[in-house]
């Protein structure tokens, strides 16, 4: 089933660059930038993840994106990303960029753009790829700390597709980011956020009220509450659901929990995408493969999960 999975041409949703950090180049970047790490190699980092819920694993995702210092390392992180997506047959990505992470610690958004957007570039001539960037905002900081990393953003308007929300969802609600959503779509920005990972429901129909966002990150916290999985199924809403994420973050205790296939079959618009696969134990394919493993998922369900993702895409 791999081999056949992974040939699937597919769409990636749900992607964090700074999440496709495999430590072996988080590793290679620390030596350049001449950066001392608190764990003696490869392996020890490996054990490091093991998370109990969404914090514990943020914490670490920060401390790894700190070996990300010049132009070239987010180029280098980009690539290794976009040849992951050509040997998975991932025809298209949507990625999402954090500017804050790197921005509150000095180095300034146009380094990290210019890599990330010159490896996007290079991966449309080369590869094949098609992309789209999103800007994420980090949900855990203010909203006026959002409106600044937009100020940034706008002399660069072309690289964006969109804008997203992203980083400690409970007590974060999307409603602390109406004005700087308006102001992006304002701008000509599409909108998507995380809701419903460990938020609970309330915080999607508020996502989709107040930030107006084309898609949901997550949301599998939907299938908690009857009258939105019927909007999400009339308005056809895609969420873009990551399986192995959800069990590593104890989302799902279990994989054969996971309710993906449910809401597939119900009529949700659900795609696989990975969010963080470096932390997470796999990409796109390995999500799919999960699904096989432990929820039996069959071969046409698989077909309409990557005939979802092609839909959901915000630019072609
Ligand atoms: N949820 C919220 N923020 C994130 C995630 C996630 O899964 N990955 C990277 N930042
Ligand atoms: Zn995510």
């Not at 992951?84 to 500017?99: G, L, M, R």
């Not at 146009?110 to 980090?138: P, Q």
């Not at 699904?291 to 077909?303: K, N």
Request: with cysteine; aromatic share 10%; glycine share 6%.
């Amino acid at each position: 089933m791999y081999d056949w999975l992974n040939a699937l041409p597919k769409a990636e949703l749900h992607l964090h660059l700074e999440g496709s950090l495999e430590p072996e180049l988080l590793f290679a970047l620390a030596e350049r930038n001449k950066i001392a790490l608190p764990w003696n190699d490869v392996e020890a980092l490996r054990k490091a993840y093991a998370f109990n819920n969404l914090q514990e694993f943020l914490d670490l995702y920060y401390q790894g994106a700190d070996v990300l210092r010049t132009e070239q390392d987010f180029y280098d992180l980009t690539w290794a990303y976009l040849e992951k997506c050509k040997a998975q047959n991932v025809i298209h990505t949507e990625p999402f960029f954090d500017p804050q992470t790197h921005t509150d610690r000095g180095i300034a958004f146009e380094v990290a753009l210019t890599g990330i957007a010159s490896a996007l570039k290079d991966g449309r001539a080369r590869l094949g790829i098609g992309s789209g960037l999103i800007l994420s905002f980090l949900r855990h900081l203010s909203e006026d700390a959002a409106q600044r990393t937009l100020d940034q953003a706008l002399p660069f308007r072309d690289a964006f597709i969109a804008v997203g929300l992203d980083s400690s969802e409970v007590g974060h609600p999307p409603s602390k980011f109406q004005r700087v959503f308006a102001r992006a779509r304002a701008e000509g920005f599409a909108a998507v956020a995380h809701a419903g990972e460990e938020g609970p429901p309330a915080y999607i129909w508020e996502a989709l009220d107040l930030l107006q966002v084309s898609r949901i990150d997550h949301g599998v916290r939907a299938f908690e509450d009857e009258r939105l999985m019927a909007r999400l199924i009339d308005e056809q809403i895609p969420l873009t659901v990551c399986p192995l994420s959800n069990t590593k973050l104890c989302v799902f205790e279990d994989m054969n929990q996971h309710t993906i296939l449910d809401m597939l079959e119900r009529g949700v618009k659900v795609t696989v995408n990975s969010d963080d696969p470096a932390y997470f134990g796999g990409y796109v394919t390995e999500n799919f493969q999960a699904l096989h493993d432990s929820l039996g998922m069959t071969e046409e369900q698989a077909r309409r999960l990557a005939q979802n993702s092609l839909d959901a895409r915000l630019v072609r």
